[in-house]
Nanobody, 123 residues
C-alpha cells in the first residue's frame, strides 16, 4: 500500500499564492510519476501537473503552465505544488496521486490517491 497525504490548502485572495504538499509513505513511490489533480464542485477531476521522482521531467495542464510549479523532495518523499497568481476559478479540492505507467495526464493511469486538500480563492 501507498499512503499519500496532502496538506497546505486553505483560503487565499485572488492573486495570492499557496504551496501544497503531498507526503508519500508505505510502498516505494520512487521510480513512479506523481501527479496533482483538482476537482471543482460539479466538475470532472482534471489534471494539473505531474513529475517523476528524479524531478527531471514535468508536464503541466496547458492552461496552468507558468502559474503552477511541481517539484519533489526525495529525502522527504514529498511532492509540492507551488501555485501563484491564484484565481477564483482555481478553487477546488486538490489531490495527489501515483502514476502507474509514467508521466501522463490521464487520471485513470494513477492508482493511489490522497484524500485531497481544499483550496478556495476569493475574489
Amino acid at each position: 500500500q501507498v499512503q499519500l497525504v496532502e496538506s497546505g490548502g486553505g483560503l487565499v485572495q485572488a492573486g495570492g499564492s499557496l504551496r501544497l504538499s503531498c507526503a508519500a509513505s508505505g510502498r516505494t513511490v520512487s521510480g513512479y510519476a506523481m501527479g496533482w489533480f483538482r476537482q471543482a464542485p460539479g466538475k470532472e477531476r482534471e489534471f494539473v501537473a505531474a513529475i517523476n521522482w528524479s524531478g527531471g521531467n514535468t508536464i503541466y495542464a496547458d492552461s496552468l503552465k507558468g502559474r503552477f510549479t511541481i517539484s519533489t523532495d526525495n529525502a522527504k518523499n514529498t511532492v509540492y505544488l507551488q501555485m501563484n497568481s491564484l484565481r477564483p476559478e482555481d478553487t477546488a479540492v486538490y489531490y495527489c496521486a501515483r502514476g502507474r505507467t509514467g508521466l501522463l495526464r490521464n487520471r485513470y493511469t494513477y492508482d493511489y490517491w490522497g484524500q485531497g486538500t481544499q483550496v478556495t480563492v476569493s475574489s
